[in-house]
């Protein structure tokens, strides 16, 4: 693997926002080998959506062609579906827990106090907004979440963020809205949250 792979890095990888690679055999979460990684992952998109209301159901497991932990799937401008990687999930909550955190500490992910629920949340953001969005709320959206990424990129004060989130708007918001929900509160968190509700995200 190559210096910058998931084994080093840890965490999500690249293009995992608007996925279009396959999606082979799709399985309900239930299936996952660990009970108590399923009920981590089912807790997590409960949590989500207690914060920001249902947006997406369609959350399964699959084989991916993408080596990252999860993608998002925006078909026609909408949230398709929410895909955690077969190769990752299928393994134990403690497996899933450490390499998340190992995201962490290589400063790639944006930290939270619950590196088990990072993934789906994170993908759980998109399905919620991402820049390939085609509505009316969300383009809308899309103007105040561009403006608070710039402002973002320039604070040199900010704390607790990955070098994942600079890569796009869409990787900026997921990763914000993640630490909004299992992370420390900010200016970017706060904002994040009330874009949600301004737009009906
Ligand atoms: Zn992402």
Same mark, same amino acid.
């Given at each position: 693997?190559?210096?910058?792979?998931?084994?080093?890095?840890?965490?999500?990888?690249?293009?995992?926002?608007?996925?279009?690679?396959?999606?082979?055999?799709?399985?309900?979460?239930?299936?996952?080998?660990?009970?108590?990684?399923?009920?981590?992952?089912?807790?997590?998109?409960?949590?989500?959506?207690?914060?920001?209301?249902?947006?997406?159901?369609?959350?399964?497991?699959?084989?991916?062609?993408?080596?990252?932990?999860?993608?998002?799937?925006?078909?026609?401008?909408?949230?398709?579906?929410?895909?955690?990687?077969?190769?990752?999930?299928?393994?134990?909550?403690?497996?899933?827990? &450490?390499?998340?955190?190992?995201?962490?500490?290589? %400063?790639? /992910?944006? #930290?939270?106090? +619950?590196? @088990?629920?990072?993934?789906?949340?994170?993908?759980?953001?998109?399905?919620?907004?991402?820049?390939?969005?085609?509505?009316?709320?969300?383009?809308?959206?899309?103007?105040?979440?561009?403006?608070?990424?710039?402002?973002?990129?320039?604070?040199?004060?900010?704390?607790?963020?990955?070098?994942?989130?600079?890569?796009?708007?869409?990787?900026?918001? &997921?990763?914000?809205?993640?630490?909004?929900?299992? %992370?420390? /509160?900010? #200016?970017?968190? +706060?904002? @994040?949250?009330?874009?949600?509700?301004?737009?009906?995200?």
């Amino acid at each position: 693997m190559g210096r910058n792979s998931s084994g080093t890095r840890g965490g999500l990888q690249p293009g995992d926002a608007t996925y279009k690679g396959s999606i082979g055999k799709p399985e309900p979460l239930v299936n996952m080998k660990d009970p108590a990684l399923y009920k981590a992952t089912k807790e997590a998109i409960s949590r989500y959506h207690a914060v920001l209301g249902v947006r997406q159901k369609n959350v399964k497991l699959a084989e991916l062609s993408a080596g990252t932990y999860g993608v998002h799937v925006t078909a026609n401008g909408k949230s398709e579906g929410v895909y955690l990687n077969k190769k990752h999930f299928m393994q134990t909550k403690k497996a899933v827990e &450490a390499s998340h955190k190992r995201g962490y500490a290589s %400063g790639w /992910s944006t #930290k939270t106090n +619950k590196a @088990v629920a990072h993934t789906v949340t994170h993908e759980l953001a998109h399905a919620t907004w991402n820049a390939n969005m085609t509505g009316a709320n969300q383009k809308a959206a899309g103007k105040e979440v561009n403006k608070l990424f710039k402002s973002w990129k320039k604070d040199n004060k900010k704390s607790g963020y990955g070098k994942y989130a600079e890569t796009n708007v869409s990787e900026f918001w &997921a990763e914000t809205v993640t630490k909004a929900i299992h %992370g420390k /509160s900010d #200016k970017y968190t +706060k904002k @994040v949250k009330e874009i949600c509700k301004k737009y009906k995200l």
